[in-house]
């Protein structure tokens, strides 16, 4: 991770929370958790480490303000760049494209994201993914609702077990991401739509779903 | 820390220092490096991928640091070795109850329990192989979830185009594309499970009616048989 070369004296202007999170951002996805020193992320950000250490006690705090960083960066843009839907399939898959969308334009958000994960040996992280967690299953188990009740999904379905799989789902997307798994790349944001639309169709209510043709090659 | 051990025949508490001492008695090779991932496994379970040293995985396994060199080059090496036995005790474990079901989309179906089971049943080496992932992109070193993954999808199509072949499945699904939807579904309890998530995938009733509407809609009666 070379760092930025830049006049000094520019740089020592900006050295703001904000500097310090992004420097740190670049750090860790390029070098992991561990491999990234303080003393690295000092010189990325063109300041002392002991200014780094006046906003951020530890690496460790360093590290979840830079993890919530990315959270709301992409739970943000999620948001933003919707396009309308008009119903709960076309709003699902307008999510996961533009998950999968913000995902291919920035890996450096989606190396942090896969990194948490072996942060959550510590019982104090994994409260902290939790809580993370648990407010996008409120707003997605809104949706669901919504969903059931526009007649687009299957009422018989528990609407808090699904916001749950579709969380893991963005979850198993952002990792086919970071693998650089090449299917997923070649494809693009088409993928998550390749992904998303049978499981959608299988969810829909039983009059909704397709009915499978039968083969009539076969007796 | 005092452990339950058979000695003898009979079962006995066996303080640490004994433990230790049993340990360091000349193992063959192949059980010491068996002795040395599980301990990896249990020790990375524990604490992570960064918090956990050679040190602290020589020491869980009762021996050395300069023993566990002797078997690996070092933590990437052994990590390795670790995440490529957890991949394969999982498939041996997956094929062996697949192989007990007479048709394709059977054998899909009990290919997503069997997974679910395997997870909640070996909870902590589930941790261990996710907790292994942040080395990601460090020389391929990522390349074992991937051929994972690229080996299932291999798996999955195969049993759908077979199915499509048999009358089973719809004629007219591309199976590769709707292989990446199954896993998807399929890979979910893996995370959880990675991610210490309890509820809901506890559940296994609900999860498995999902996996089975997925398959019913690509079956060519609506249901699933055998």
Same mark, same amino acid.
């Given at each position: 991770?070379?760092? %930025?070369?830049?006049?000094?004296?520019?740089?020592?202007?900006?050295?703001?929370?904000?500097?310090?999170?992004?420097?740190?951002?670049?750090?860790?996805?390029?070098?992991?958790?561990?491999?990234? +020193?303080?003393?690295?992320? @000092?010189?990325?950000?063109?300041?002392?480490?002991?200014? *780094?250490?006046?906003?951020?006690?530890?690496?460790?705090?360093?590290?979840?303000?830079?993890?919530?960083?990315?959270?709301?960066?992409?739970?943000? =843009?999620?948001?933003?760049?919707?396009?309308?839907?008009?119903?709960?399939?076309?709003? !699902?898959?307008?999510?996961?494209?533009?998950?999968?969308?913000?995902?291919?334009?920035?890996?450096?958000?989606?190396?942090?994201?896969?990194?948490?994960?072996?942060?959550?040996?510590?019982?104090?992280?994994?409260?902290?993914?939790?809580?993370?967690?648990?407010?996008?299953?409120?707003?997605?188990?809104?949706?669901? %609702? @919504?969903?059931?009740?526009?007649?687009?999904?299957?009422?018989?379905?528990?609407? &808090? $077990?699904?916001?749950?799989?579709?969380?893991?789902?963005?979850?198993?997307?952002?990792?086919?991401? !970071?693998?650089?798994?090449?299917? *997923?790349? +070649?494809?693009?944001?088409?993928?998550?739509?390749?992904?998303?639309?049978?499981?959608?169709?299988?969810?829909?209510?039983?009059?909704?779903?397709?009915?499978? #043709? #039968?083969?009539?090659?076969?007796? | 820390?005092?452990?339950?051990?058979?000695?003898?025949?009979?079962?006995?508490?066996?303080?640490? /220092?004994?433990?230790?001492?049993?340990?360091?008695?000349?193992?063959?090779?192949?059980?010491?490096?068996?002795?040395?991932?599980?301990?990896?496994?249990?020790?990375?379970?524990?604490?992570?991928?960064?918090?956990?040293?050679?040190?602290?995985?020589?020491?869980?396994?009762?021996?050395?640091?300069?023993?566990? $060199?002797?078997?690996?080059?070092?933590?990437?090496?052994?990590?390795?070795?670790?995440?490529?036995?957890?991949?394969?005790? *999982?498939?041996?474990?997956?094929?062996?109850?697949?192989?007990?079901?007479?048709?394709?989309? /059977?054998?899909?179906?009990?290919?997503?329990?069997?997974?679910?089971?395997?997870?909640?049943? =070996?909870?902590?080496?589930?941790?261990?192989?996710?907790?292994?992932?942040?080395?990601?992109?460090?020389?391929?070193?990522?390349?074992?979830?991937?051929?994972?993954? =690229?080996?299932?999808? /291999? /798996?999955?199509?195969?049993?759908?185009?077979?199915?499509?072949?048999?009358?089973?499945?719809?004629? &007219?699904?591309?199976?590769?594309?709707?292989?990446?939807?199954? *896993?998807?579904?399929?890979?979910?309890?893996?995370?959880?499970?990675?991610?210490?998530?309890?509820?809901?995938?506890?559940?296994?009733?609900?999860?498995?009616?999902?996996?089975?509407?997925?398959?019913?809609?690509?079956?060519?009666?609506?249901?699933?048989? &055998?």
């Amino acid at each position: 991770m070379p760092a %930025k070369k830049a006049n000094p004296a520019k740089r020592r202007r900006r050295n703001s929370r904000q500097a310090i999170i992004e420097a740190a951002l670049q750090c860790f996805a390029a070098k992991n958790y561990d491999g990234a +020193s303080m003393s690295d992320i @000092a010189e990325a950000t063109g300041i002392t480490k002991r200014a *780094i250490y006046r906003y951020f006690p530890t690496k460790r705090e360093l590290f979840y303000a830079v993890r919530n960083e990315v959270y709301a960066s992409i739970v943000n =843009h999620l948001w933003r760049e919707l396009p309308p839907a008009r119903d709960f399939v076309e709003l !699902a898959d307008a999510l996961m494209r533009a998950h999968l969308r913000f995902g291919l334009e920035n890996p450096e958000m989606l190396r942090i994201v896969v990194n948490t994960i072996s942060e959550a040996a510590t019982r104090e992280f994994q409260e902290n993914i939790e809580a993370l967690l648990a407010d996008r299953e409120e707003e997605l188990e809104r949706l669901v %609702k @919504a969903g059931i009740k526009e007649g687009t999904l299957d009422p018989s379905l528990d609407a &808090g $077990y699904l916001a749950w799989v579709f969380i893991l789902i963005f979850y198993f997307l952002t990792y086919m991401l !970071a693998f650089e798994e090449e299917w *997923i790349l +070649s494809r693009g944001e088409e993928a998550a739509s390749v992904i998303l639309r049978p499981i959608l169709d299988s969810l829909a209510p039983p009059e909704r779903r397709r009915k499978p #043709k #039968k083969n009539p090659g076969r007796p | 820390m005092p452990a339950v051990l058979k000695v003898d025949g009979r079962e006995r508490l066996v303080p640490a /220092a004994e433990r230790r001492a049993m340990a360091r008695k000349r193992l063959p090779a192949e059980k010491r490096r068996e002795s040395i991932l599980r301990a990896a496994e249990r020790c990375l379970a524990r604490r992570g991928y960064y918090s956990c040293t050679t040190a602290d995985i020589a020491a869980e396994a009762g021996i050395t640091e300069p023993i566990l $060199y002797q078997h690996f080059d070092g933590k990437r090496d052994l990590v390795e070795g670790m995440r490529q036995r957890t991949v394969q005790d *999982i498939s041996e474990y997956v094929v062996r109850r697949v192989l007990k079901r007479t048709t394709q989309l /059977a054998g899909l179906r009990e290919a997503a329990e069997a997974a679910f089971d395997f997870t909640r049943r =070996h909870r902590s080496k589930m941790r261990a192989y996710y907790y292994s992932i942040p080395e990601l992109g460090r020389g391929g070193f990522h390349r074992t979830p991937v051929d994972r993954l =690229h080996r299932l999808h /291999a /798996a999955v199509t195969y049993m759908l185009e077979e199915g499509q072949r048999l009358g089973e499945v719809v004629p &007219g699904l591309k199976a590769e594309d709707f292989a990446w939807s199954y *896993i998807a579904l399929m890979e979910i309890v893996y995370i959880a499970n990675a991610l210490g998530l309890e509820v809901p995938f506890s559940d296994k009733r609900t999860y498995l009616e999902l996996v089975e509407r997925l398959l019913c809609s690509v079956s060519t009666t609506g249901e699933i048989r &055998g």
